[in-house]
């Protein structure tokens, strides 16, 4: 990188993956060398990818730090950025810039029990967590995995969900809103906060990583604090507006926390000392 | 360093324009068009307006232009190349003119573009900045600096501050900076060494209004008050107040393609926007206007004194003589203040 903060890394689509109706998965390849040397980054972290001429869009990198030599992103095609990387190809180069924001100190987890909770299009960045956590499964205990989505089409990363059921050492629980069923759907009808209540994971040495939209994290919280669950012990990831990444363009602060700063990782006790802006 | 103590005398002061055009500076000062004073890069010093208040825009547009582009891009048969804004590539400007609530200003601008990650584009467009401010001899309704730790002849930010010794007076240059003593030396028989000379007497008398932490310890409690909904029902969202502001510096990124070739630029952005913090899913943690106006409040009086350790306001005043709906800060933090919460 230059001087400049704003200079994107080129990146190569080296594959595109149709995950969901309008859902697509990018891996990137650094065109320079040096580039893909010097860069490092963290779980939870995010970037800038850009299509010239269109513009930027934020989103987390979803793909584990301990794979080397790549990063995937997954995105929904929604905004005028995201229709244009939508109809990037193959091949195509596209713009990337970061890591950004803090990261989940997936490191101070070692020798506990791990609980993921997930909805919709919020498993990305709770992938990269999974797949650090799975790299270097002999560090944990228990791993389950709660993933939700409103029908079974909107499921993401769709193969990866059938590994870690077919794994020994991974709990996963799928589940869809109720209507949202197919005929041959094997797994759980129900919104996310009530197949958590069903489910009652133990709370002991146990770590909770919930990503999903506004509503289902406030339902889900109430539902862990019944479990036993700590504030300390549940961690988010926010998603506000951000042009930037780094703390100058204004946007993101919830109070006088910037989240691509002061997170996007965050925990449900620093949550409530946060007034209500995300 | 010291700050050194000159006299100049009034007709030096177009001696010392000719000069430094004939250093090859580029001088932009406040110049009057159609009753608005705003600065323009000077020809000669005719073009000069004095006995200005304020201008209506900031001086910050030299460090931290409207428009900044961060890159160009051109697409071709093999890919795309990519070129990044030259830094080192800068004008070399000399403010002329400026307030000393606008050369504060650059300080709290500064703060914001330097916390955590450094940002070289603004430092080096302002490493090639230097400030001539001129103290006050008058105010308006709108002018608040002294309760924001300013005042009408603070050498706060610039380089130089002149001040008028009295109406058709010779004036006192006070030499703040190295950037100040290389304007210095490039004139040295123009600056008459004088340490005698006091300007209080010549500066305006700005009463102060509030006491600033007393309103930053009020907002810690206030976020939820019923205040912002009734102070903001007057407001249209049209970000005026962002843009005439010394100290914002909110922008947005966007790219502007020509062809297969572009530039991706950033530009002014306003908090008092709807888009502003607009999710892509149609979610939008600001939804109305009244938060988007204790944003702006919060950011400049409980925020960035929290995080920067500078309040994000010099007291120029502008917001409020640029509001169309005729919407007054000083008023409103006078409220804040009067409030028990």
């Known amino acids: 990188m230059t001087d400049n903060l704003y200079m994107p890394y080129l990146m ?40 010239y001429g269109v513009g930027e869009s934020t989103f987390c990198i979803a793909s584990s ?68 956590a799975l790299d270097v499964r002999e560090n944990f205990r228990d791993v389950t995995i709660i993933y939700g989505a409103r029908t079974v089409k909107d499921l993401v990363y769709k193969h990866e969900l059938q590994d870690w059921e077919r794994r020994k050492d991974v709990k996963l629980v799928t589940t869809v809103d109720p209507g949202g069923e197919s005929p041959d759907w094997k797994g759980e009808i129900g919104f996310v906060p009530t197949i958590v209540e069903k489910i009652a994971p133990s ?76 | 360093m010291n700050i050194d103590k000159h006299l100049i005398r009034k007709d030096s002061l177009e001696k010392l324009f000719d000069i430094l055009k004939q250093n090859n500076k580029a001088i932009y000062a406040p110049a009057s068009k159609n009753s608005k004073v705003s600065f323009k890069e000077a020809g000669s010093f005719s073009e000069i307006t004095t006995g200005y208040i304020q201008t209506a825009q900031s001086s910050k547009e030299v460090a931290f232009p409207r428009t900044e582009k961060l890159l160009d891009y051109t697409k071709n048969r093999e890919g795309i190349s990519v070129k990044g804004t030259d830094i080192k590539d800068f004008p070399e400007i000399v403010l002329w003119g400026v307030r000393p609530c606008d050369a504060t200003g650059i300080g709290e601008l500064s703060a914001i573009f330097n916390w955590d990650y450094k940002d070289e584009i603004y430092n080096s467009r302002l490493s090639h900045v230097t400030v001539l401010g001129f103290s006050c001899s008058a105010l308006d309704e709108y002018c608040f600096c002294t309760s924001v730790d300013g005042n009408p002849g603070n050498t706060a930010g610039s380089d130089i501050l002149f ?91 966007q790219d502007e393609a020509h062809g297969k070739s572009g530039s991706r630029v950033r530009c002014w952005d306003s908090c008092g ?51 169309p709906a005729d919407m007054n800060i000083l008023e409103h933090l006078i409220s804040i203040q009067e409030v028990t919460v």
């Open chain 1, 12 to 51: 190569r689509i080296e594959k595109v993956t149709y995950e969901a109706p309008g859902v697509k998965t990018f891996m990137l390849k650094f065109i320079n060398e040096e580039d893909e040397n010097k860069f490092t980054f963290r779980a939870g972290q995010f970037g800038e990818y850009s299509v």
């Open chain 1, 65 to 132: 730090p301990t794979r080397k030599g790549y990063i995937e992103c997954t995105f929904r095609q929604t905004g005028k950025v995201t229709n244009a990387l939508s109809n990037c190809e193959e091949g195509s180069i596209i713009g990337f810039r970061g890591p950004y924001g803090n990261t989940f100190p997936v490191d101070e987890w070692k020798g506990k029990n791990l609980l993921f909770i997930a909805g919709g299009i919020a498993l990305p960045p709770m992938r990269c967590v999974i797949w650090n």
């Open chain 1, 203 to 278: 709370s002991k040495d146990t770590i909770a990583i919930v990503c999903g939209p506004p509503v289902m994290i406030k339902y889900t919280f109430p539902v862990l604090a019944k479990l036993g669950f700590q504030d300390e012990n549940i961690y988010t990831t926010l998603e506000n507006r951000m042009k930037c990444g780094f703390g100058k363009c204004g946007r993101c602060n919830v109070g006088k926390y910037y989240v691509c700063k002061d997170g996007p990782v965050f925990t449900a006790a620093q949550l409530k000392d946060l007034p209500d802006e995300y």
């Open chain 2, 163 to 253: 001040t008028k010794l009295g109406e058709d007076g010779d004036y006192l240059a006070e030499v703040i900076t190295e950037k100040g003593l290389a304007i210095v030396s490039l004139a040295p028989g123009l600056f008459e060494k004088d340490v005698e000379i006091k300007k209080e007497k010549f500066l305006a008398e700005v009463p102060v209004m509030f006491d600033k932490e007393e309103i930053r310890k009020k907002l810690e409690k206030f976020f939820e008050s019923e205040q912002w909904v009734e102070q903001s029902l007057k407001c249209l969202g049209c970000g005026a107040c962002a843009y005439v502001c010394p100290t914002c510096a909110c922008f947005d990124i």
């Open chain 2, 273 to 323: 926007f709807s888009l502003f913090t607009l999710h892509t899913s149609g979610h939008n943690p600001r939804e109305v206007q009244s938060q988007r106006w204790r944003q702006r409040i919060m950011h400049k009086f409980s925020y960035m004194p929290d995080r920067l350790s500078v309040y994000g306001c010099t007291g120029c005043g502008r917001c409020s003589r640029a509001c």
